[in-house]
């Protein structure tokens, strides 16, 4: 049995309550980003939820080919400018520019888009694309 140092549940708490912090500040509108890495990860990990769900909604429809992808760039890209220019209210050069916060985690959002929209696309439509193929 390994026994916990009180250090340690210390860290443990304090790292959970700035968690719960940033998460706070992020679905506040107007919230002070002392730390440009917080914002940062807030923008990281929303990306990441959202192309999940665009890649559901994508895949349930179905859209295929260029206008999905070009269509997922506009919905996320677009997505993460309004919430850090209309609902942050950022100050774009602490960050390097709009361009920075814009592409923060774009490719790893891409890639769980596609994952996410290939699955759906082909659990959903698979039999009508065989047959289609077939005939």
Known sequence: MVAKSPNSEKMGKSKQSHIASVWNRAIKSNSEWTEKDDFLDVVYWARQVLSILI???MGL???KGFIALALFALLNCGAVYLYSTSFQNIDEDAYGG???VV?????TSFACFLVTWIIFYTGIHFDSVVIEKSL
């Open 55 to 57: 890649g559901i909604v």
């Open 61 to 63: 429809i179905p859209l």
């Open 98 to 100: 709009m361009w920075e």
């Open 103 to 107: 592409k923060e985690g774009f490719m």
